[in-house]
Nanobody, 117 residues
């Protein structure tokens, strides 16, 4: 099993910044890609960004140039730096980790990001 604990959400004004963190524990040796997803009320969950163990990144078009995902393998932690936040970024953000040995996805409990206009 992999446990994921997120932190860093909150309320921010449009144009502001937040940094999310997700710390992994448990079967950390089997974790491959990690990422962040978000779900706004009434909408489907969507991928925000993900990063491989080697550092290759992928972003949703809506956040390119504003968000940066990074990873510290020594600390088993993935970060999401969110700049130039917009009201449409308001959502519950959830951390994801993929177990490459067992082919399983693990999810954190989620952290709320609210951007006021």
């Amino acid at each position: 099993q992999v446990q994921l604990v997120e932190s860093g959400g909150g309320l921010v004004q449009a144009g502001g910044s937040l940094r999310l963190s997700c710390a992994a524990s448990g079967r950390i040796f089997s974790i491959g890609a990690m990422g962040w997803y978000r779900q706004a009320p009434g909408k489907q969950r969507e991928l925000v960004a993900d990063i491989t163990r080697g550092g290759s990144t992928n972003y949703a078009d809506s956040v390119k140039g504003r968000f940066t995902i990074s990873r510290d393998n020594a600390k088993n932690t993935v970060y999401l730096q969110m700049n130039s936040l917009k009201p449409e970024d308001t959502a519950a953000y959830t951390c994801n980790a993929f177990d490459v040995d067992w082919g399983l996805d693990y999810w954190g409990q989620g952290t709320q990001v609210t951007v006021s206009s």
